[in-house]
């Protein structure tokens, strides 16, 4: 169960491949089934306006204790072997990585559960912001869009 | 004395990223609010915690203790 | 939208990252914002027994024309950026990876419920067959486990 | 000629990968499983494709058509 907030951009695919091969071979090999991975990329547009740049603060602190508890939420609820979590702070361009999610178990059902948990329950509590940069200006993103 | 914490918007609105308050002058969440906010309204979507947990108005407060404002997050 | 039938032992992350950067950010940089992956992986047991090693078996052509299928209808079904299918075929060990499946949205609930479609449907459908080998002899997975 | 084809735990029972049949001989998938199956019961759970498309026991045949038939499948 790792967390882990990022100051700087971020390969989804490499730290999945990393974290594999160092955490969860050495512990799993042969016994996780299933991963499934949700992968949050910066768009260049929101709410039809083109975005060139984004600032993320979070609570220091508090998000860690967030991300933990929701992570031990979800190995709670599924029989899970691993969960990742992995976000992005600072500023930030277009297609720059934001968030990842991934939870591993023997079967794909508690996988794709989890991570999609994973990822809710990440947006509607884990205390981070959004500033957008605009062609014109710019603003703090209001709400999460509902899942 | 407790330490009061703004963030995003909020922060922003409120020209400071935080403040001390003596612990004497509030009981709840809602009254160091009310000491901090120089007659701003509380928004009715405002965030709080205490210690970083989310908290409500009434969630007693103590001497020593963190407590922070803010807006809805966007994370993810 | 691409599928891929493959003989030699593959890495999910490693694919991931070739393709994003090759196929889908040319085409899509800063537009998916969201992308749902489900990566399956050999266990080294199965119904209480301990599996050495999986011969796939799959009907050439049929499987193909399936897993084009079902990548057509998801992209029908769902407002998705692009999919990618990698099933491994022949035989495999302990902990290689058997199947990958991606979407890409701008948004994450598509990107989600298509990625679990991909899965479930390619596990319903398509004209793949397992026979485990155990320690003791070998034998025919006789059907998939339900979602 | 119609080519018939046998995967997996079928292919091995049956004892080969498949066999061509006259099309004069067989007017639907059904009856191609009965001129093939040397006497063997069709299984309740058996998949019928003709020309690579899923099927049924009553799917016509014509010649030139290939037509397979599979255990459950456990791909994934």
Redesign the interface.
């Known amino acids: 169960m790792k967390i882990d907030i990022c100051e700087k951009s971020f390969?989804p695919?490499?730290l999945?491949?990393e974290y594999?091969q160092e955490v969860l071979?050495p512990l799993y090999?042969?016994?996780?089934?299933?991963?499934?991975?949700?992968?949050?990329?910066?768009?260049?547009?929101n709410e039809g306006d083109g975005v060139t740049g984004m600032l993320?603060?979070?609570?220091p602190?508090?998000t860690d204790?967030y991300l933990e508890k929701i992570s031990a939420e979800a190995a709670a609820r599924w029989e899970l072997l691993d969960t990742l979590i992995v976000?992005r702070v600072g500023l930030m361009m277009?297609?720059d990585p934001?968030?990842l999610v991934a939870a591993w178990s023997?079967?794909?059902?508690e996988?794709?559960e989890a991570?999609?948990y994973l990822?809710e329950a990440?947006?509607?509590?884990?205390?981070?912001?959004?500033?957008e940069q605009l062609e014109e200006g710019e603003r703090?993103?209001?709400?999460?869009?509902p899942? | 004395m407790i330490q009061v914490r703004f963030f995003a918007s909020l922060r922003e609105e409120m020209g400071r990223e935080g403040v001390e308050l003596d612990a004497a002058v509030a009981t709840t969440i809602g009254e160091v609010w009310e000491r901090v906010a120089e007659g701003k309204e509380r928004p009715s979507n405002l965030l709080m915690a205490r210690n970083m947990d989310y908290s409500d108005a009434g969630t007693p407060v103590s001497d020593g203790d963190e407590v922070a404002f803010f807006p809805p997050v966007t994370g993810g």
Chains 1, 3 share one sequence.
């Open positions: 390969s695919w490499a999945l491949q594999e071979d090999a042969g016994q996780y089934g299933a991963a499934t991975v949700f992968s949050g990329t910066m768009r260049e547009f993320l603060e979070h609570y602190g508090m204790r976000h277009p297609n934001i968030v023997a079967h794909r059902g996988a794709f991570a999609r990822i990440l947006k509607s509590r884990a205390p981070f912001w959004k500033k703090w993103v209001a709400h999460n869009t899942a």
